[in-house]
């Protein structure tokens, strides 16, 4: 089995979970005494430099005629052997799609179905 990658995406922004995604990206610091410079945290993958190098690069392109605001669809792939059954051998690969700007504590819980289904690859017998 095999979804293209834009399909997946598109699902997922308009499942009703895409209202908790960050889209916009933040830079963020925490000052452990007021005296004390600030220290940047890095946390998850919406705050990380180039989430925000590259949010500021693709909104400054020119787009004559488009008010629509532009927005980056970061994605992260993950991928973990399956076995199919109890007994025997069968087993796959399934390649899961997950969105960079959903929280990792919302992200890791799995009732919130974060994961997307990429592909199914096939268990290679090697002999």
């Given at each position: 089995?095999?979804?293209?990658?834009?399909?997946?995406?598109?699902?997922?922004?308009?499942?009703?979970?895409?209202?908790?995604?960050?889209i916009s990206p933040y830079e963020e610091y925490w000052q452990p005494r007021p005296?004390?410079?600030?220290?940047?945290?890095?946390?998850?993958?919406?705050?990380?430099?180039?989430?925000?190098?590259?949010?500021?690069?693709?909104?400054?392109?020119?787009?004559?005629?488009?008010?629509?605001?532009?927005?980056?669809?970061?994605?992260?792939?993950?991928?973990?052997?399956?076995?199919?059954?109890?007994?025997?051998?069968?087993?796959?690969?399934?390649?899961?799609?997950?969105?960079?700007?959903?929280?990792?504590?919302?992200?890791?819980?799995?009732?919130?179905?974060?994961?997307?289904?990429?592909?199914?690859?096939?268990?290679?017998n090697v002999e």
């Amino acid at each position: 089995m095999y979804r293209k990658p834009l399909e997946v995406i598109k699902a997922a922004f308009e499942d009703p979970s895409a209202e908790q995604l960050h889209i916009s990206p933040y830079e963020e610091y925490w000052q452990p005494r007021p005296n004390c410079p600030p220290e940047r945290i890095y946390s998850e993958l919406y705050n990380s430099n180039a989430f925000v190098l590259e949010h500021e690069k693709v909104r400054s392109q020119p787009r004559p005629g488009c008010e629509l605001e532009t927005v980056i669809a970061a994605i992260m792939l993950s991928s973990d052997y399956t076995h199919l059954t109890s007994f025997g051998s069968a087993g796959v690969w399934p390649i899961y799609l997950y969105l960079g700007g959903q929280s990792k504590y919302t992200r890791a819980k799995p009732s919130s179905f974060a994961a997307h289904h990429l592909a199914y690859v096939p268990k290679v017998n090697v002999e």
